[in-house]
């Protein structure tokens, strides 16, 4: 199995920073996609950033292109979400996920991850 830990939340004011991190452990080589996801109360678990392991492909929610760079270090099993020039609607849960599932391209929708972390709270306040 894999298990997935995420750390780096917490509250920022606009125009701020965070850097979430995810760390894989178990059998964390059986993994083909990671990405993030982002929930508030009473909403759906959106898709914001992913990558596919292997090729590197990275696909990105449009509300967050140009502020929000999904990484990874192979070696550490983990990656990496950097959020700049943060607004308050970015404010949300942020779910760590993978894919152990072959993708060609990097999943986007939720059903096609099937290993979540417990997630990490984000605040932006303005």
């Known amino acids: 199995q894999v298990q997935l830990v995420e750390s780096g939340g917490g509250l920022v004011q606009t125009g701020g920073s965070l850097r979430l991190s995810c760390a894989a452990s178990?059998?964390?080589?059986?993994?083909?996609?990671m990405g993030w996801f982002r929930q508030t109360p009473g909403k759906e678990r959106d898709f914001v950033a992913g990558?596919?392991?292997?090729?590197?492909?990275?696909a990105y929610a449009d509300s967050v292109k140009g502020r929000f760079t999904i990484s990874r270090d192979i070696a550490m099993n983990s990656v990496y979400l950097q959020m700049n020039s943060l607004k308050p609607e970015d404010t949300a849960v942020y779910y760590c996920?993978?894919?152990?599932?072959?993708?060609?391209?990097?999943?986007?929708?939720?059903?096609?991850?099937?290993?979540w972390g417990q997630g990490t709270q984000v605040t932006v306040s303005s």
């Open positions: 996920a993978a894919a152990t599932l072959y993708r060609s391209s990097v999943p986007t929708i939720r059903s096609e991850y099937n290993v």
């Open positions: 178990g059998r964390s080589f059986i993994i083909y996609s």
């Open positions: 990558f596919t392991w292997g090729g590197g492909s990275t």
